[in-house]
């Protein structure tokens, strides 16, 4: 088979461990939390490494007037599965046509869309840490609690340490797959392609189609 | 000119015996007090010991748990006595622990911890205790560190010999200190060689979940059954009972009841035990007892009465029951990791008699009695014995063992602790303690495999070895290194109450936990989240359905009770965080506080008697905001129609 198609179907397949592994996570460290409070986002839930995370970091957000974080209130949890089953059917259909453009196109869209996810974390983010009750028990000056978009940053006394998990690693290293399957791509002419891929007539067909848009 | 030298020679020699003991003293000092034995016990701030250790409390009734080798005390776990610090005993879910046919008995004192075993080896899951007054047995989990079960013990007076596990806690055993009439009745006190027994109980432990249950009693002549210890390796199926006062006396013991040159250890084969019950020689006997276990998952106790027991008669059932004559009262009676060897420690005597379990099988088997009593035949001492260590010390009282096949014997009188090697029955070292050593205590040193590395000297006198403090001193627990030819001292530090028996464990073996879910939370009386916070009234019983969550109680105002109300705050912590309880103190109250650990509920009886309008609070530390963990609840005469509401902040509940 061919090594874009591999790398195509590579690509579509990691975005699936999105449903297992987060994509992200917020690490809290303090004193008093020597195991760390750890926050995992998933596509469709937000959990810790314990049953009681959430409401654990909930306790400690409302001492400053943070609201709590209600998964049930987020929507991107109950639609980010569609997006994801979505574009690994596309990768998937990629891979089949395995056309330069098509699978360009594949990984620009999928880049896009991280992007604009980045950019909703980030809203989101600015909205828990600036958004606060005036009747915070504890209430300092100019002081917000808006968590790294990446990276770390000292909030009051804990540390907070957001990176991607290991869905999120998985959503970047399908794109650079994709990008990968693009450029191999676009140094092998689509004649030699053809020639090649004899053992699969029906994308065979496909290709001599799509060459013949 | 002849007796001047001789005045100055002896002059010479004991100056010089003076200086070098003087010189002896202060190295020996130095040695106590070295660098090397500092370091050795020192356990570098935030680092965790290496092992595990449960001293018993004695006459405090409680269990307290060591780290070794800091001797840093992490935790006192209250087993047979109250403890208004945690509210057990007080709140309404530990108080059918101490229930028992005598009703709500508030104290015990408390001797023999006892871990669980697995193939001979501490498994960490449970530790047993026994309470020696008013007879008991109770079982401490050792993934909540927290007494979940405690049966009484009928037929019983003064549960010393016990609890003692069989090498995969099949069974933990219960044998009475004191004779006492059998069955139970009003008799003439001298009426005792007729009218008095001694029984030994063996409760069936569940290797599941661990619950006990008595599974039978044997009848024995009215000794004085001490102490015990189950057979291993070979000897497994076997339990052995020492007993002093075989004479059978009834006052002036400590006279009456040291005349015979040799008492007995009992040998109870308890497989046949099971063989005879299996057979239907067990006697169905009334005997009223409670049993009361606690749930972790409705987190609270229940207490039932029990019925009944089955009670074998030795007479009957031929086999069950042998007895080794065992010089001068022996105290304990200790099992080698082999089970070959039986230590019988007479504490009236200077030898130490150590019985062979093979010799014992070999005059069973040729059925050589010295003579019987009620059925029960005795061996020839000179058939049984396996070997004496001679004069090693005075009173020997208890042995444990190490894994290279050394034994370590305390003696109460001479105050030391003697190793001595088991089987060449030499004497290898021995070392003071401070003072009149009681139990010994080798991190599974009286399993198949003792983790030998550590010995703790329990010792019952102290005097001037600490700052006193007026005229009750504390006991101490003495720490010392066996991991060489010759003991060493190390540290020693005070224990809670008087220790008796202790056991060790590597900590690695314990699996302890941090919350409880509150999604598993059964409690009847549980509210699992705020919304379900309320206040219900059924006549004069008001239930509160109170939650804690950092940093307010929930409802934190409350009207409408009234004089002569009996007031239940159910408080459910709703909290799922590792080391956040909550504490709920309410003025006036008669009983305690609670304590209530992550997802767990605790209930405490308020019956207002004055008017007027009274804070509750959390008494744990809880959170930054935890002075502002407050509330009132406002009492009104009997005849005012002020209605029953209760609220939190705005939201009126």
């Given at each position: ?14 975005l ?8 992200w ?21 937000i959990?810790g ?7 654990n ?17 987020i ?15 596309l ?87 994709a ?10 002419k ?24 | ?34 660098s090397?034995?500092?370091s050795?016990?020192y ?7 290496e ?19 800091s ?14 610090e ?29 871990l ?12 047993f ?26 037929n019983?007076g ?77 000897s ?25 040159d ?17 057979e ?20 609270m ?7 009944s027991?089955?009670v ?22 200790d099992v ?30 040729a059925?050589?009695?010295?003579t ?5 035949p ?72 003792p983790e ?8 019952k ?32 530090f005070?224990?809670v ?26 409690h ?28 307010h ?10 004089v ?34 992550p ?6 009886l ?30 009104s ?17």
């Open positions: 088979m061919q090594t874009s198609r591999i790398l195509m179907i590579g690509a579509a397949v990691l699936l461990t999105l449903f297992i592994f987060p994509l996570q917020i690490t809290l460290i303090a004193p008093q939390y020597p195991d760390g409070v750890v926050l995992k986002i998933w596509i469709d839930k959990g490494n314990e049953p009681g995370t959430l409401q970091i909930n306790i400690l957000n409302h001492y400053v007037g943070m609201k709590p974080i209600e998964p049930e209130s929507p991107e949890l109950s639609y980010l599965k569609y997006i994801v089953i979505v574009m690994a059917t990768g998937l259909l990629a891979a089949w046509i395995n056309r330069k453009m098509v699978i360009l196109g594949w990984a620009v869209l999928l880049l896009a869309l991280g992007v604009l996810g980045m950019y909703d974390f980030y809203l989101w983010e600015y909205d828990y840490g600036h958004n606060l009750d005036p009747n915070a028990p504890i209430k300092i000056e100019g002081q917000a609690y808006q968590p790294p978009l990446i990276g770390q940053k000292t909030l009051l006394n804990f540390l907070a340490k957001s990176y991607p998990h290991l869905g999120g690693m998985a959503m970047f290293t399908s794109m650079i797959l990008f990968l399957a693009y450029w191999i791509k676009n140094k092998t689509d004649y030699e392609t053809a020639n090649t891929s004899n053992a699969m007539p029906v994308a065979d067909g496909m290709l001599a189609q799509a060459q013949a848009d | 000119m002849l007796s001047k030298n001789l005045f100055q020679a002896v002059m010479t020699v004991t100056l010089l015996s003076l200086v070098a003991c003087g010189q002896q003293t202060s190295m020996s000092g130095a040695g106590v007090l070295g090397d034995a500092a050795a016990v356990v570098a701030p935030g680092e965790y010991d092992f595990y250790a449960f001293f018993s409390g004695g006459f405090s009734g409680q269990l307290a748990v060591y780290g070794l080798p001797g840093r005390l992490f935790k006192v776990i209250p087993v047979f006595a109250v403890d208004a945690k509210g057990y005993g007080f709140n309404e879910e530990t108080k059918p622990l101490l229930n028992t046919s005598f009703g709500f008995i508030p104290w015990d004192d408390a001797h023999h911890p006892e669980s075993q697995t193939n001979g080896e501490t498994d960490g899951r449970w530790i205790i026994n309470g020696n007054n008013t007879p008991r047995v109770a079982r401490v989990d050792l993934s909540t560190f927290e007494t979940v079960e405690i049966i009484e013990i009928p019983s003064g549960n010393h010999s016990s609890p003692f596990t069989t090498e995969n806690t099949e069974y933990v055993v219960a044998g009475t200190r004191f004779g006492v009439p059998y069955p139970q009745q009003d008799v003439a006190i001298d009426s005792y060689a007729e009218n008095f027994k001694g029984m030994l109980t063996f409760i069936k432990v569940d290797p599941e979940t661990g619950e006990m249950s008595i599974a039978f009693q044997v009848l024995l002549p009215a000794f004085d059954y001490d102490l015990a210890h189950s057979g291993k390796g070979k497994h199926g076997w339990t052995f009972f020492t007993s002093y006062n075989t004479e059978q006396q009834s006052t002036l013991l400590e006279v009456n009841a040291s005349k015979n040799k008492d007995f250890i009992a040998a109870v084969n308890w497989k046949e035990a099971e063989r005879y019950l299996a239907g020689k067990g006697h169905d006997m009334p005997s009223e007892y409670m049993h009361n276990i606690y749930s972790d998952r409705t987190h106790a229940t207490s039932h009465t029990r019925n027991v089955k074998l008669i030795p007479s009957e059932c031929p086999g069950l029951v042998y007895f080794l004559p065992t010089p001068k009262s022996p105290h304990g009676v080698d990791p082999t089970g070959e060897y039986i230590v019988g420690n007479g504490k009236l005597s200077a030898d130490l008699t150590v019985h062979s379990f093979t010799r014992m099988q070999e005059a069973i088997e059925s050589a009695f010295e019987e009593i009620e059925g029960i005795v061996l020839k001492y000179e058939d049984v014995v396996g070997g004496v260590v001679e004069k090693a010390g005075l009173g020997p009282l208890h042995t444990e063992f190490d894994a290279k096949g050394n034994a370590y014997t305390t003696f109460f009188i001479s105050s030391e602790v003697v190793k001595w090697k088991v089987g060449s029955w030499e004497v290898i070292d021995r070392a003071p303690t401070y003072y009149s050593v009681g139990h010994l205590m080798i991190p599974g040193g009286d399993s198949r495999n030998g590395k550590y010995l703790v000297a329990l010792n006198i102290t005097k001037d070895r600490y700052l006193p403090t007026g005229p009750e001193l504390c006991q101490s627990a003495q720490l010392f290194d066996i991991s060489g030819e010759k003991m060493k001292l190390l540290s020693d005070p224990t109450g008087e220790p008796h028996y202790g056991q060790g464990i590597s900590a690695s073996r314990i699996n302890s936990r941090k919350i409880f879910l509150i999604e598993e939370n059964e009847p009386y549980a509210a699992k989240g705020e919304k379900d916070a309320r206040v219900e009234r059924d006549g004069d019983i008001v239930h509160v359905y109170m939650t804690t969550i950092r940093s109680f929930a409802p934190d105002n409350i009207e409408g009770i009234k002569g109300d009996k007031v239940y705050f159910h408080v459910t912590n709703l909290e799922q965080d590792f080391d956040v309880p909550h504490g709920f103190a309410v003025m006036g109250a008669t009983n305690a506080e609670l304590l209530i650990m997802g767990q509920t605790e209930t405490l308020w019956e207002p008697k004055k008017e007027g309008v009274f804070p509750f609070y959390c008494t744990d530390f809880c959170s930054a905001l935890h002075q502002e963990m407050q509330g009132y609840v406002r009492v005469s009997r005849s005012s129609n002020i209605a029953l509401k209760w609220g939190l902040g705005d939201l009126p509940m």
